[in-house]
């Protein structure tokens, strides 16, 4: 890519993620919580975890962008989870939503309905997920995906056009999509599918990076997706097993800068 | 003990661990969340953290087996374990209970109260908790057994016996019986217990290998502590502190195979 | 310091936390629970995370001491910790206030102010924290800190007066007041701010020290505040990033003696 103001590169959103330490409203599951901020502080960026409808909507207005995990859905969760996502949309901030495992029960599936109602700016799933929100048929039980990116490729593009909104599909390959232009993110390791709450995780920096680029999603989460790929793929050299690889991640992640982070991922322009 | 269909030996279990990858679904304490998820990951498992009375009985209907941790309680999250304790029960799935620090107060003991009515198949506790279980004077006063493994053992025969589950009582020499037989498990480290959430992830352990062996509980909660123990052992060997301990305990327990499980733990059967 | 029992040293304390293994009820954030059970299990102490209103005050009379931190709110939370400071209050139970973002949102806000009508015997926060809580214009916006210390040490003093407590500010240097004697705390790390849950946890640690030593939360505090500066320094000598450094720092905690907490720590006492 060449780097202007309205089709920025990962490496320049990179930059500006630590010259800026944008402010990230993240309502993610308790699984992910510490993991997802200790994501957010290793790039440059700055978590807040608000998730009570008391004070959601609020919080939303002051954070540069805000994200949305129903990992571990509550009802009164999810009047937080809309509280915000409502008043982002007011103060035009762009929202990042995660649809974790969303068909696996009618209350998932209800409370997806109604979040998509609220026009996220960018959704994030693995294969399972996307597949399933595209009204397909997935391999998909619990939380951990079971199709492979490239079938969910279709149902992204048409999710992403139904819905105005930036698709990813991540697993072994990612796939990023606003519905026309469309790539491919090659690096990571196979170790990260075997440690929980790296999919949260990124969609924690989704929306850092969209927080620094509100007017370009797509941008925001292809330079998200490298990063995470390419400190994935620089913690998979010294990693012993996912425990290591959990450590090396951060580490990898904190001193990742853009020599490195395009090295180490490599991204595929489909369209 | 020698492998067969009724009896399955832990490396047997294991390996069926790694090929089938069962869902359980983990209704946990916020401490332990990650860890526990991480530790079924590492073990092959698919862990699903849900525990909403909106979906978590639906839920229990999906995943091969439930768990139920009492650790960090409140009025809702008790009704979401019942839910799925009730909804395991009608679909002939088997659930674990972790009574943590049941004791300690009165809300805690009516909880246990309900909950071991819903007829666990596996009981997991410490010294403290079981022997306070069956009636008897602890010396636990919060979450850390203040009890040798030893003095628990008859508590846990009575036990087993009268609610006709398994009952492992874990600590430096582990305990499990089904009220007639009864083995002790030897491995681990003695850092084990300088780690928050060791416990509360070996219920999920163990959640992760009734799910494959539904009818033979007993042997399954042998396979889960014989594997936290040579994990553990392995992990010993390297850790500067619990710190990498934790890190490298999951290493471990991703690299285990058939005979390093054999090698770095000992059972030793009673009757 | 010179060591008697009224005005004891940190080394004292240490020895006595190791000796007495203090029961410390933390109630916490989600994201802070995991990595402050580790961080007192490492120092010595036994931590319990016991929340909700039904049980916390009941559990408060059975606890050393009590934390309570408002990182991630609800209502439901709120009632829980005022039901425990009030029943800590009940017991001559000293408790800690821990003010996470308190300036953010209005709900945070009439909370912080309905506990601190509670009367915490020590408040810990970050300078902007503090800086609000003394009325003035902080630089804060989410939980990092916008402000040095040494701009809050006045707001600090005024703080400790009027409400007749312990106040720390902690950061690069950290300061320490009861409103009369003051010191500042030399040691740790430029790494802690990029670990989430380190004040989280640190105020958790404050909690096992006070819990040893209820009539001397100034010197509690100084001591909790050494023992993390020093466990930071050691970390920071072997640490790649923050994701080791969390690891180290815990590795570090555990093997701490008196001699490596004098020397990795400095206490400048100003009055």
Redesign the interface.
């Known amino acids: 890519m060449t780097n202007d103001a309205t089709n920025p590169t990962p490496s320049a959103l990179f930059a500006q993620m630590r010259d800026t ?1 944008p ?1 990230v409203q993240c309502i993610t ?7 997802a ?2 994501t957010l ?2 790039a440059g960026a ?7 409808p ?2 959601s909507g ?2 939303a207005t ?2 540069g962008a805000l994200t949305v995990n129903i ?6 969760w999810v009047e937080g989870m809309k509280a915000a996502a409502q008043s982002a949309n007011q103060a035009n901030k762009p929202w990042v939503l995660d649809p974790v ?1 969303h068909f ?5 599936r209800d409370t997806v309905a109604e979040l998509l109602e609220l026009n996220p700016a960018i959704i994030r799933g693995n294969a399972s997920e996307i597949i399933a929100l595209g009204g397909g048929e997935s391999a998909g ?4 995906s079971g199709d492979p990116v490239e079938q969910a490729e279709e149902a992204a593009t048409t999710l992403a056009q139904s819905r105005n909104a930036v698709v990813a599909v991540t697993g072994t390959v990612d796939f990023v999509t606003d519905g026309t232009r469309a790539v491919r993110i090659h690096g990571g390791s196979d170790l990260m ?5 790296m999919g949260c995780s990124l969609t924690a920096l989704v929306g850092a990076f969209v927080a620094i680029a509100p007017n370009a999603p797509f941008n925001a989460t292809v330079a998200a997706l490298a990063t995470f790929a390419a400190a994935g793929a620089i913690a998979a050299d010294t ?6 690889f ?10 990742l800068d853009a020599n490195a982070l395009n090295a180490k991922s490599r991204i595929e322009t489909l369209s």
């Open positions: 330490s402010l599951n308790y699984v992910a919580m510490n993991f901020a200790n502080l290793a700055s978590p807040a975890m608000v998730h009570t008391e004070e609020e919080f002051i954070a990992g571990t859905l509550s009802p009164q495992a696996a029960t009618a209350f998932r039980q619990g939380v951990d599918p075997k440690i929980t709450a990693a012993n097993g996912p425990g290591s959990a450590v090396h991640f951060i580490d990898a992640l904190y001193g």
